[in-house]
């Protein structure tokens, strides 16, 4: 019987890397809050909400005052009435799920994005995510840098690149009986990546499937041939980083 293919889906905050469990450490302490957590790509209508005046200064904090989508942090100077300047922080709490559809106040819906990006959102009745130029929104949404198992070879020529991701190691979950990506301050795990056209994309997942089952991918930090850089990672039906 002949499989249905299936594809990773997509999504414009699963190409965003997430932030480093050291990161998380910070935010807590600093506002006292057990359970702080990345966004969600999927955003959040089932978690616990928490009052905007606490939950916005931490996920700024967390995202470090800086667009996750185009890594713009800047500050505007304001006219005043005062004898003091003001500035204004050019960033914005952003609800990947609106609260009028039920988008909860909590870290998993909430993403810091910059003004232009977040003007992007109120288009077509607020979606939740940037629906303008989508494809100009993220570098790689047209060239793509893949991480792949070393040794296998795709039907297609694709340009060769070396790269490590920063901070993580893969060990072996007993529990679990799996591998998985664990964050090692310091460590750098060296990567088998290629890059490629995204027109092409599907056609090297048709390849990879037939000998590793893909079920999704995240998107992580990297540096690429010497620059820093983005990459994604696959994730097999086991749970596993396809590396």
């Given at each position: 019987?002949?499989?249905?293919?299936?594809?990773?889906?997509?999504?414009?905050?699963?190409?965003?890397?997430?932030?480093?469990?050291?990161?998380?450490?910070?935010?807590?302490?600093?506002?006292?809050?057990?359970?702080?957590s990345d966004f969600d790509p999927d955003?959040?209508?089932?978690?616990?909400?928490?009052?905007?005046?606490?939950?916005?200064?931490?996920?700024?904090?967390?995202?470090?005052?800086?667009?996750?989508?185009?890594?713009?942090?800047?500050?505007?100077?304001?006219g005043s009435a005062t004898e003091f300047?003001?500035?204004?922080?050019?960033?914005?709490?952003?609800?990947?799920?609106?609260?009028?559809?039920?988008?909860?106040?909590?870290?998993?819906?909430?993403?810091?994005?910059?003004?232009?990006?977040?003007?992007?959102?109120?288009?077509?009745?607020?979606?939740?995510?940037?629906?303008?130029?989508?494809?100009?929104?993220?570098?790689?949404?047209?060239?793509?840098?893949?991480?792949?198992?070393?040794?296998?070879?795709?039907?297609?020529?694709?340009?060769?690149?070396?790269?490590?991701?920063?901070?993580?190691?893969?060990?072996?979950?007993?529990?679990?009986?799996?591998?998985?990506?664990?964050?090692?301050?310091?460590?750098?795990?060296?990567?088998?990546?290629?890059?490629?056209?995204?027109?092409?994309?599907?056609?090297?997942?048709?390849?990879?499937?037939?000998?590793?089952?893909?079920?999704?991918?995240?998107t992580m930090h990297a540096s690429i041939?010497?620059?820093?850089?983005?990459?994604?990672?696959?994730?097999?039906?086991?749970?596993?980083?396809?590396?």
């Amino acid at each position: 019987m002949n499989r249905v293919k299936r594809y990773p889906s997509e999504s414009i905050f699963k190409n965003i890397p997430g932030i480093s469990p050291g990161t998380v450490r910070i935010v807590s302490d600093r506002f006292k809050i057990a359970k702080v957590s990345d966004f969600d790509p999927d955003g959040d209508r089932t978690g616990k909400s928490i009052t905007w005046a606490t939950i916005s200064g931490a996920v700024l904090l967390r995202d470090n005052y800086t667009c996750r989508i185009c890594e713009k942090s800047s500050f505007t100077s304001v006219g005043s009435a005062t004898e003091f300047e003001q500035v204004h922080l050019d960033v914005q709490v952003h609800h990947i799920i609106p609260r009028k559809d039920g988008g909860r106040d909590n870290f998993k819906n909430l993403i810091t994005l910059c003004e232009s990006c977040h003007h992007k959102t109120f288009r077509g009745g607020y979606g939740g995510i940037p629906v303008e130029k989508q494809l100009n929104l993220f570098s790689f949404e047209q060239d793509l840098v893949l991480c792949l198992p070393r040794g296998f070879v795709p039907s297609q020529d694709h340009l060769k690149v070396s790269g490590y991701i920063q901070d993580y190691s893969i060990v072996h979950n007993q529990l679990r009986d799996r591998w998985e990506l664990a964050y090692l301050q310091g460590s750098k795990l060296s990567v088998n990546a290629i890059s490629i056209k995204k027109s092409v994309y599907h056609n090297l997942l048709d390849d990879l499937q037939l000998v590793k089952e893909i079920s999704d991918y995240v998107t992580m930090h990297a540096s690429i041939n010497g620059k820093k850089g983005k990459i994604r990672v696959f994730i097999t039906e086991r749970g596993e980083p396809v590396l």
